[in-house]
């Protein structure tokens, strides 16, 4: 008998445009195995952290399993407020940033192996205009592309290709921005500007090199233009990026303040056109199972 006996599973079952009920089926081969208890809820994108936060309270589980994207780990950890109740991961989003950092890629078998285990890493998370963020938030091109996507039909990361290119040519970059960070003010044009918590986007892109999870900080990302052979680069695992493509600046506390209104992203989901944007490191922690 593990240390542990209930489960909750979280499963989005539209993310990614992809069908999870393999990844369904190993978990509850293994949580029988394991004589566990499991329940599970469906995410609908109307009531759902209402009525997940009612299951959590009842059920009491001592573990929970997400099974969707970044956005489906962001609200399980919003609702759990901390680090006292394992989370184990399934990648099954259109991007799986969390995933591809924590490296958790494999077989179902090999991922609820994972997911039901005994090792585990507290991750760090920022708040930013008072909302959780566990990955990357940005604001510019890259917000402008999810904006767009979450707009159209095709799921996936076909539906960022397709895109991609009419978001370039629409694109009002490059942006303005008045930067505060721990007391320092300094002003940047850029076509995106980054606050990360995490070394790579979920596509690969090893956009934040010296990134940690667990060091209490956060970077800026300052992408200066928009360079192809320099975005290539940061597909390659030890990346070397130019000073005049990226500025990274770590930080604990900071401000961004732009003109106008920049699209705006967080955790791979769209939250508007803003202009003023508040971060900081949460006191919230969250506890990831790993390999």
Do not use: W
Request: aromatic share 8%.
């Amino acid at each position: 008998m593990a240390d542990f006996s209930r489960v909750l599973m979280v499963v989005n079952p539209i993310s990614g445009g992809i069908d999870k009920s393999d990844i369904i089926e190993e978990v509850k081969k293994q949580v029988k195995e394991k004589d566990l208890d499991l329940e599970i809820y469906y995410t609908n994108g109307k009531d759902d952290k209402e009525a997940l936060f009612s299951q959590i309270e009842s059920y009491a589980p001592h573990r929970i399993l997400s099974v969707g994207g970044d956005g489906t780990i962001k609200l399980i950890a919003e609702l759990l407020k901390d680090d006292s109740v394992p989370i184990g991961i399934f990648p099954a989003g259109s991007a799986n940033g969390l995933a591809e950092n924590l490296n958790l890629h494999g077989s179902d078998d090999y991922l609820t192996g994972i997911a039901l285990g005994g090792n585990f890493k507290k991750l760090d998370s920022i708040l930013i205009n008072n909302e959780l963020c566990l990955h990357i938030s940005d604001i510019g091109l890259n917000a402008e592309l999810i904006k767009n996507y979450q707009d159209g039909n095709i799921r996936g990361k076909l539906g960022y290709i397709l895109n991609s290119i009419p978001t370039l040519i629409k694109s009002d970059f490059p942006f303005q921005f008045d930067i505060e960070v721990d007391g320092k003010k300094i002003s940047r044009s850029a076509v995106l500007l980054a606050i990360a918590n995490a070394k790579k986007y979920g596509t690969g892109a090893n956009i934040n090199p010296n990134g940690r999870y667990d060091d209490g900080k956060f970077e800026i990302l300052i992408f200066k233009e928009f360079n192809i052979p320099q975005i290539l680069k940061t597909f390659r695992e030890n990346v070397e990026l130019d000073e005049d493509f990226i500025e990274i600046i770590s930080a604990k506390e900071a401000r961004i303040c732009s003109e106008k209104n920049i699209p705006f992203q967080i955790d791979g989901e769209y939250r508007g056109d803003i202009h003023d944007v508040t971060a900081r490191i949460s006191p919230v922690k969250i506890k990831i199972a790993v390999p």
